[in-house]
């Protein structure tokens, strides 16, 4: 276990600004998930913790020791790559032995400790198969074992599940959820899919262009997302352009009471943030599709302003496409200049009648 701590770290490629004075700490045994889109530096900040890239300006401190210009052998960090790249010339057990041969261990203590690692990741027992004759996610597992034999403080993950169908992808993010608490290890983990994020992680790390968006616990992140981006990019959001007249914001056919200057916004609503009312008249709004997913409706609706907006709803609630029906937003927020400026505690507000 190990803390770590990233100070005004940047990496220049050209003209590329990869990462852009970035700084963050990470505590002893938590589960940071790096998240953003792709290019946003998410590898490159990876790379330069495990030591496989030199920053350009900043520093990295393990435990308080500063580790900037120590190589990746001497780093007290593992490093599991998308592409796990393992060698198919060795049999399971010699794969995730080759880094303890290199630390010239005794033989007794070798076949311990691998044999531990591989029951660590479920394939014990594995040890004499051809990496050939395993299937996708159980390479993985060998790949995440041939690190955790090294028993790093810090463990780095890029992207380690990409290539596996959702299912299996799920499956081992939750064990290595399981391995990390009970190993107590330090974990960041790179990825862009933001359920993987809300699914595993103590605090996620939006990036965008290199630079920190925003860092916080799961449900704050998605609760109380601090700018406009990260407000779109995680979760389904609708990100509506209106305008603030006498702390009114008008929009979708929504009045919603806003207590900010005149000018310019952006409302947002999480769908499942949207309540429907049927109405047969003057409703604000039209059905356009419904997408039943069994654990709820998924409708998709016009405003008179021609806005679209992804509202969900309980199953078997009755709503198909040619329906009217008036919105009201239970909760919402409101983005200026990309930051968030406003957000009232839970409310139901009425829409305007036919705006
Ligand atoms: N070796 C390199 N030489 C030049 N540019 C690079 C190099 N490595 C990365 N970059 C650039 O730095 C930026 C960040 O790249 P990085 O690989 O860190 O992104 P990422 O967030 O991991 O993206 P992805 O989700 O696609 O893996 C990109 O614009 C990329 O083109
Ligand atoms: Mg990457």
Request: charged share 25%; proline share 5%; aromatic share 4%.
């Amino acid at each position: 276990m190990a803390t770590l701590e990233i100070k005004n770290l940047s990496r220049l490629f050209g003209n590329t600004c990869a990462v852009d004075d970035l700084s963050l700490t990470i505590g002893d045994g938590e589960l940071v998930c790096l998240l953003g889109p792709s290019g946003s530096g998410k590898s490159t900040v990876l790379r330069m913790i495990g030591g496989f890239e030199e920053p350009t300006a900043g520093a990295i401190l393990i435990d308080g020791q500063d580790v900037t210009r120590v190589p990746p052998e001497r780093r007290p960090t593992g490093m599991v790559f998308q592409s796990h790249a393992l060698w198919t010339h060795m049999n399971v057990f010699a794969n995730v032995a080759f880094g303890l041969k290199l630390r010239r261990l005794p033989k007794d203590e070798i076949r311990r400790r691998v044999n531990g690692s591989l029951a660590t990741v479920g394939l014990e027992g594995y040890g004499e198969r051809k990496t050939s004759q395993l299937s996708g996610g159980q390479q993985q597992r060998v790949a995440l074992a041939r690190s955790l034999v090294l028993e790093p403080k810090i463990l780095l993950l890029d992207e380690p599940f990409a290539s596996l169908d959702q299912h299996l992808r799920e499956r081992l993010r939750e064990e290595v959820r399981e391995i990390q608490r009970r190993v107590g290890i330090t974990m960041i983990f790179v990825t862009h899919g933001q359920d993987e994020a809300l699914a595993i992680a103590d605090r996620i790390a939006v990036m965008r262009d290199g630079r920190l968006e925003q860092l916080s616990r799961p449900d704050r992140l998605y609760r109380q997302p601090q700018t406009e981006f990260v407000a779109g990019f995680v979760g389904q959001m609708n990100l509506l352009q209106g305008a603030i007249r006498s702390n009114v914001m008008s929009v979708a056919g929504i009045d919603l009471p806003v207590a900010l200057a005149d000018g310019p916004a952006t409302l947002a609503l999480r769908p499942e943030d949207i309540a429907l009312e049927k109405r047969g008249d003057d409703g604000g709004a039209d059905v356009m599709r419904v997408t039943d997913f069994g654990t709820h409706l998924s409708i998709e609706v016009r405003t008179r302003c021609r806005q679209r907006l992804k509202i969900m709803a309980p199953p078997g609630t009755g709503w198909s496409a040619g329906m009217r029906a008036t919105l009201s937003a239970r909760k919402f927020s409101v983005y200026r200049d990309g930051k968030l400026c406003f957000m009232p505690q839970p409310c139901d507000v009425r829409p305007a009648a036919a705006a």
